[in-house]
Nanobody, 125 residues
Framework: QLQFVESGGGLVQPGGSLRLSCAAS????????ISWFRQAPGKEHEGVSC????????YYADSVKGRFTISKDNAKNTVYLQMNSLKPEDTAVYYC??????????????????WGQGTQVTVSS
């Protein structure tokens, strides 16, 4: 069966760091563009970051540039989101997602084929 399992969320103080992971089974990540989205309470999904399958290019929301890094380990079939200098406004449920690499905007959630179950990130003192 196709699975995309997230881990790494939790509670962290402002300025702290977390690393989120999504491990895929039943499909191969190097055939997909992989993104992270987040959803705060009462808010719409927000695109956080994306890594392409064609050339490994990465994309980030302005709000996380310089603080977050997306990466992928094809041998482990796992994608990561390293989050540094965390702020309270980063508090949200974070989701990994995979789509076929046809191009276009990575921000359209309808284009994604597979989703992780979500993991809670809370940034608070």
């Amino acid at each position: 069966q196709l699975q995309f399992v997230e881990s790494g969320g939790g509670l962290v103080q402002p300025g702290g760091s977390l690393r989120l992971s999504c491990a895929a089974s039943g499909f191969t990540l190097d055939h997909y563009a992989i993104s992270w989205f987040r959803q705060a309470p009462g808010k719409e999904h927000e695109g956080v970051s994306c890594i392409s399958s064609s050339d490994g290019s990465t994309y980030y929301a302005d709000s996380v540039k310089g603080r977050f890094t997306i990466s992928k380990d094809n041998a482990k079939n796992t994608v990561y989101l390293q989050m540094n200098s965390l702020k309270p406004e980063d508090t949200a449920v974070y989701y990994c997602a995979a789509r076929t690499p046809y191009g276009g905007s990575w921000l359209q959630i309808q284009d994604y084929d597979y989703w992780g179950q979500g993991t809670q990130v809370t940034v608070s003192s």
